[in-house]
């Protein structure tokens, strides 16, 4: 989280922050929650992941509003319908209604508020972790990908290409790396935004696409 608070913004690209020359927008964060705050349309959530603390505004889900189910045909279809909503409501709010202590991972991406840097989430839920499997992964995870990704020089194309050379370059950097990432872990579907968070695309698309 210290590399989220602190890094240089680029005021020509609003939302685009750069960590080492690196263009980041989106981030991914694993930490224990620390602080709440619940708003009518959303929470706010101070997540600590032991580098530092970031609030993350994390908008309520309209499934879990409290509307009422009166009023239904009571047919034994219309009340198992029922009872399964009322279920899938209880899981969702159990998963998105945190409190302090619990470990949570939000996905989403970096805003300035008031001074503040803060994650506007577009998905977050809390971990169940009891042995610490989640978070010892986390760590171990993170120095590979700073020492492969953030910690290196962030590689463009070269200089005195024209802008479209170097948008066809970005797209077939973008096209192998997505390629590649697919491959190798074995995934067949995905939605865009999943993707999104990958940091080794979003560097590649931040500045040329």
């Known amino acids: 989280l210290k590399e989220i608070v602190t890094p240089i913004k680029n005021v020509l ?3 685009i922050f750069f960590y ?3 263009p980041v927008r989106q981030v991914d964060v694993v930490g224990i929650v620390v602080q709440t705050k619940e708003r009518d349309a959303f929470y ?3 997540v600590d992941d032991s580098t530092g603390v970031i609030n993350c505004v994390c908008w309520k889900n309209p499934m879990v509003s409290e509307t009422s189910l ?3 045909p009571s047919t034994p279809t219309s009340l198992t319908v029922l009872e399964q909503m009322k279920k899938l409501r209880e899981m969702v709010s159990q998963k998105t209604k945190l409190e302090i202590g619990d470990i949570v991972r ?3 991406h970096i805003r ?10 577009s998905c977050f839920y809390k971990v169940d972790d009891p042995v610490c499997d989640v978070q010892i992964s986390r760590m171990l995870e993170l120095p590979c990908l700073y020492r492969e990704v953030y910690d290196k020089p962030f590689q463009g194309p070269e200089e005195g290409q024209s802008d479209l050379e170097g948008q066809n370059f970005a797209i077939s950097m973008l096209h192998e790396k997505v390629k590649g990432f697919l491959l190798e872990n074995k995934i067949q579907t995905f939605y865009q935004q999943e993707l999104e968070t990958i940091d080794t695309l979003v560097s590649l698309t931040g500045v040329h696409l």
């Open 112 to 121: 300035t508020y008031k001074q503040q840097r803060e994650i506007q989430a």
């Open 70 to 72: 009166s009023g239904h």
């Open 20 to 22: 080492n020359g690196h």
């Open 13 to 15: 690209c609003l939302g």
């Open 44 to 46: 706010n959530y101070g």
């Open 106 to 108: 939000v996905r989403g």
